[in-house]
């Protein structure tokens, strides 16, 4: 037997080898179908998607961005507009609010679970509030009832950010089905991934289903009839299809995140100057990344790196010190959570097929270097 080294950061191979012969199957049916855009894979995707998702209406786009982007743009958030976001949220949150013309208004997350904590929420709103943009962060769900429960006060519409989510629930109910319109990404790396680039929306409104749907294609209900300014941000046949085959899988592989996750809780237990992800009362976390953080991070990596064990850093720059971002004014200790956050977080290797034996390996690397003789 091979040791469990090295252990990189991602493998797709236990996920995606044994589903080789069904997926290759479902491209070879688009392939003979003669058609590739907008037809029966993504209408019956869309349908499966929803039930999955427990909401009426699903509607397939081309990446998680554009997502976000439609689903402000059918709430009507525009110029002159604010959307409170999370100021440690992956760049594509603040991009969307930023291409409908609205301004992404940060709000800082409880430091313990790295959500959005609703009374920091509730501090941030001002006349100018349009929407709320709460993200599901590494996959645990927010306090989503109480932000509910802020935005009806305030009757403001609610999009949740739900790409690193696919399954996370509070209170039993999924994330994804709490806000007006909700988006989800279908990269490859995310809990469902396809083989590309592809996303998604979900609602119980058939009216703002139906509006994300024009929206997507250029705008038209109707083929040549252009009633708004549209998009063309469709899914293709060809990774709806895929997305098919692999959603009837995504609970044993969220399952096998959570199984992970607590082997993981088990091995690093203990450890000196190690914050393992802390998961709030009533949230489920499906672990799209498990996120530990350390004042020793970057000497950790490098240590991890060396013996094999790939990490990430999920993100090593909040969005207010971007360049993209830097007419908003925010410098450095503008927002302090985002950015200890930011400087102390590590992703360790989390997916599908990882085993006991390799989270052990990984825990044993990071003992060893953080409490050396311990
Ligand atoms: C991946 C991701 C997105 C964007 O999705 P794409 O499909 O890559 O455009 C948006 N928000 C969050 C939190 C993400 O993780």
Redesign the pocket.
Known sequence: MPGPLPIPFLSFAPQHDPLRSDVLAALARVYDSHWYVLGEEVAAFEREYAAFNQVPHAVGVA??????TLALRALGVGPGHEVLVPSN??I??WL?VTHVGARPVPVEPDPATGNLDPARLAAALTPRTRALLP???YGQACRMPEIMALARRHGLPVVE?N??AQGAAFGGQLTGSFGALN?T???P??NLGALG???ALTTADAQLAEQVRVLRNYGAAQKYRNDVVGYNSRLDELQAAVLRVKLGHLPAWTAQRQQIAAWYGRHLAGIDGLRLPAVAPGATHVY?LYVVHTPHRDALQRHLAAGGIGTLIHYPVPPHRQRAYAGLGLGPGALPIAEALAATCLSLPLWPGLTEEQVAAVAAAIRGFLMPGG
């Open positions: 990446n998680g961005l554009d997502a976000l949220t992956y594509a949150t969307a993200v599901h962060l950010d790409a690193q988006a990404s279908f990269y790396g995310k680039d592809a996303g799209h």
